[in-house]
Structure formats: structure tokens, C-alpha cells
């Protein structure tokens, strides 16, 4: 009966840390800040680190922008009429904003190993596009001004 209990704490705690795991790479998690955190000095470095934006190799990101709109409003885009093919990907479809959306755009000005990174903010408004799934947005692709 001991056995069957540890088994079944074992699988419920593996359980949780995969749905964690999937949790963390999710277009909301990684690119999405509404309403948009209020940090006075160094939002960038500071949204970096709370996020754990990096690399697959612990490197520091070149560039990484945060989109700060309604996820509601991000997540209609799968619906737009504006589906077009993906920069750089011409077999990958995308869908494109039909307004521009206010975003952060945070620029790699120091360091190269996670968390040793270094960032310069800058204030945009622009296009979003994003790949779906049949559950919604999946992956940003990118932005035009």
C-alpha cells in the first residue's frame, strides 16, 4: 500500500513539472506583458530574468520583444484574414495583426551567458505575426512597423 502511494505521488509530481515545462515556452508566457509591468528602471533585464528568456544553449538572446495587448486579442489573429507566408519560412503561413500593437523591443547590448545579459529598451508599435495551432497562437514570428 506504502508502494502504491510514493507511485502515485511520483506520477503527480511528474505530472505537474511537464505541464510546467509546457507552460513556460508558451507565446503568452515568453512574449506577452499586459497590462504592461510597471519597472522604472531596466525593464528589459528585469523582464528577461523573470521570464527566463534564453537561448537552448544558456546564451543570451539577441533580441526579444514583448507585446503588451489583451492575450484575447492575440489570440483572434488565428482568425484574421491577413494569413500570409512567414519571413524567411515559405512553407510556414502566418497571421498578421490587423492593428498595430504597442511592444517593447529589447536589444542585446552586454554579455553573452544567461543571466549575465545586458539589454537596451526601445518603445515600437507594429504588425504582429504568429503561426496557430488548432488551440490558437503558437509562436511569434516576428513584427513590421
Given at each position: ?100 500593437f504597442k511592444m517593447t523591443i529589447c536589444q542585446l547590448i552586454e554579455g553573452t551567458r544567461y543571466p549575465a545579459c ?28
Amino acid at each position: 500500500m506504502i508502494l502504491m502511494v510514493i507511485i502515485f505521488l511520483l506520477l503527480l509530481f511528474w505530472e505537474n513539472e511537464s505541464n510546467e515545462e509546457v507552460m513556460l515556452s508558451t507565446l503568452e508566457h515568453l512574449h506577452v506583458d499586459y497590462p504592461q509591468t510597471d519597472v522604472p528602471v531596466r525593464y528589459c533585464n528585469y523582464m528577461i530574468l523573470q521570464r527566463v528568456i534564453k537561448e537552448p544553449d544558456n546564451t543570451c538572446k539577441k533580441e526579444h520583444v514583448f507585446i503588451h495587448e489583451r492575450p484575447r486579442n492575440i489570440n483572434r489573429l488565428c482568425t484574421s484574414l491577413k494569413k500570409v507566408t512567414c519571413q524567411n519560412r515559405s512553407t510556414i503561413f502566418c497571421f498578421q495583426s490587423e492593428t498595430k500593437f504597442k511592444m517593447t523591443i529589447c536589444q542585446l547590448i552586454e554579455g553573452t551567458r544567461y543571466p549575465a545579459c545586458s539589454y537596451h529598451i526601445s518603445s515600437t508599435e507594429g504588425f504582429i505575426f504568429v503561426t496557430c495551432d488548432d488551440m490558437g497562437p503558437v509562436n511569434f514570428q516576428g513584427f513590421i512597423e
